[in-house]
């Protein structure tokens, strides 16, 4: 089954086609370039901010998701952060997408961020002025019961980032933004309603995607993720869990996506503990590559939500695979 923007059979993970360094190019151009969902003020800027604490680099602000993708991919950027799911709205479509379609790229951090919203409007705007408000789809989803509340009867509308829609209100263009406090101040707004969330606490995902290269070392308590097409029989699903629960692997996450080849063809995209190093989950990964159609290693960085990942069972562990792989080549080695 082939995947719609995903390399064909026989071209399976993958081949990547960047730019090639040049003879008599730098081997390594500086500074680091960083492309991030913009413009200034997003919460993606925050993260940002917060992967990359050394100040050296340049950040490049990118209207879409996609377009700072494409900016990694094409070599215009070295990294890009951008937002991956959130503890109230779910999975940022565009994003697991983005890191599906086209030339491999990896996760190589992540980075969690409470987001808190203000409504911020241009100075002297009252509530009862507001005829429309506008803010990226996630800021709308989680704030849904407070603006209807504060502005019953304004439809929301969406806006690529809520430092775009603060923009847009400075412009003219909305009359109200939902966005981050300091992007109010950013673009001059005043706020009349702060922390507009429905649900207090609302943690928002982001990850550092750079192309392929050496991954980050093991640290212990890393994540790895991956996009699977599972293959179009009864139980496909079940086998992959199995490769992972038989190992000991304990799966973070895991959602559907649309592969868009036609409805009912879908991929899982999943993260789960461990490093790909690991044997256990290096293990898994190889089985997964030979039962789906197609995987996409996604990377493996160190796990930064605070929380530490299970002990293994004694027989998953690091000891067990070597001493079972010492064992197997004494075997075929007519020496056991
Ligand atoms: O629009 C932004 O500021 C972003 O960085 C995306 C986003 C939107 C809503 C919550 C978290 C991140």
Redesign the pocket.
């Known amino acids: 089954m082939a995947v719609p923007n995903l390399p064909g059979p026989g071209d399976r993970f993958s081949r990547p086609h960047y730019p090639r360094r040049m003879p008599g190019m730098p081997a390594t151009p500086s500074p680091t370039r960083f492309a991030?969902?913009g413009p200034e003020?997003?919460?993606?800027?925050?993260?940002l901010s917060r992967a990359i604490t050394a100040p050296e680099g340049r950040r490049d602000p990118h209207p879409s998701v996609a377009s700072a993708l494409a900016a990694v991919r094409s070599g215009d950027a070295d990294a890009a952060v951008?937002?991956l799911e959130?503890s109230v709205?779910g999975s940022?479509p565009a994003t697991m997408d983005g890191l599906v379609d086209g030339a491999p790229l990896v996760i190589t951090r992540e980075v969690f961020?409470e987001?808190a919203?203000v409504l911020a409007v241009r100075p002297g705007t009252t509530l009862a002025d507001i005829t429309s408000v506008a803010?990226?789809?996630?800021?709308l989803a989680?704030t849904a019961m407070r603006l209807a509340a504060l502005l019953p009867g304004v439809d929301p509308l969406p806006?690529?980032?809520?430092?775009?829609?603060a923009a847009a209100v400075a412009a003219g263009e909305v009359d109200a933004a939902v966005?981050?406090g300091i992007?109010a101040t950013r673009y001059g707004l005043q706020s009349l309603a702060d922390d507009v969330a429905d649900h207090a606490g609302?943690v928002?995902r982001?990850v550092l995607v750079s192309r392929p290269a050496p991954l980050p070392a093991r640290t212990g308590n890393d994540k790895t993720s991956l996009v699977a097409v599972v293959a179009d029989r009864t139980g496909a699903l079940l086998e992959l869990l199995e490769e992972f629960a038989v190992r000991d692997i304990s799966l973070t996450r895991i959602e559907s996506r649309p592969t868009r080849q036609r409805l009912g063809v879908y991929s899982f995209s999943l993260d789960c503990e461990g490093h790909v190093a690991d044997p256990r989950v290096g293990a898994a990964l190889a089985a997964l590559h030979r039962i789906c159609d197609d995987v996409r290693f996604l990377g493996s960085y160190p796990r930064a939500d605070g929380r530490q990942n299970r002990p293994v069972r004694p027989d998953s562990s690091d000891e067990a695979f070597a001493e079972a792989e010492g064992w197997l080549a004494r075997v075929r080695a007519g020496d056991a």
Not at 135 to 139: K, L, N, Q, R
């Open positions: 991030y969902l003020g997003t919460f993606t800027e925050a993260a951008v937002p959130n709205e940022v961020l987001v919203f803010s990226h789809p996630h800021a989680q806006a690529t980032s809520t430092a775009a829609a966005c981050a992007a609302a928002t982001f």
